[in-house]
C-alpha cells in the first residue's frame, strides 16, 4: 500500500515497534488463539457466520491493545496485508519464545 516498506522484512521491525506494550502483545495473541478456535469452529460445524465472528474477535482484541495500552493506531489502517503478515509472524515468535509472552 505505501512505499515506505518496499518489503515484510522491512514492515516487520516497524511492526513490532508498534506492539512494544506486553499487555497489547498479550491482547493480539488471545485475539489470534480466538480466530484459530472460531475458524475450527465454522469448519467443523458448517457455521460460516463464526467466520465474521473470527474477524471481530481478531480486530476487537488487538485493536483494544492498540488504542488503550499502545496509545496508537493500528498499522492495518495504512499496511492492511503487511499487518495481517504480521499478526501471524508475531504470534509465531510468541509460541517459540522469540518474543517475550
Known amino acids: 500500500m505505501s512505499n515506505r516498506f518496499a518489503s515484510f ?7 513490532l515497534s508498534e506492539h512494544s506494550n506486553r499487555t497489547s502483545r498479550r ?8 480466530v484459530l478456535a472460531l475458524l475450527a ?6 457455521r460460516p457466520w463464526l ?3 473470527a474477524l471481530v474477535c481478531g ?5 483494544v ?11 492495518t489502517f495504512k499496511h492492511p496485508l ?20
Open 59 to 63: 480486530y476487537g482484541f488487538a485493536w
Open 27 to 34: 491482547l493480539h495473541f488471545i485475539g489470534s488463539c480466538g
Open 65 to 75: 491493545g492498540h488504542f488503550f495500552f499502545e496509545k496508537n493506531r493500528p498499522a
Open 51 to 53: 467466520l465474521l465472528a
Open 82 to 101: 503487511y499487518s495481517f503478515a504480521g499478526d501471524w509472524v508475531m504470534f509465531k515468535d510468541i509460541l517459540t519464545g522469540k518474543i517475550k509472552f
Open 9 to 15: 522484512r522491512e514492515f516487520y521491525p516497524f511492526y
Open 41 to 46: 469452529l465454522a469448519i467443523a460445524q458448517g
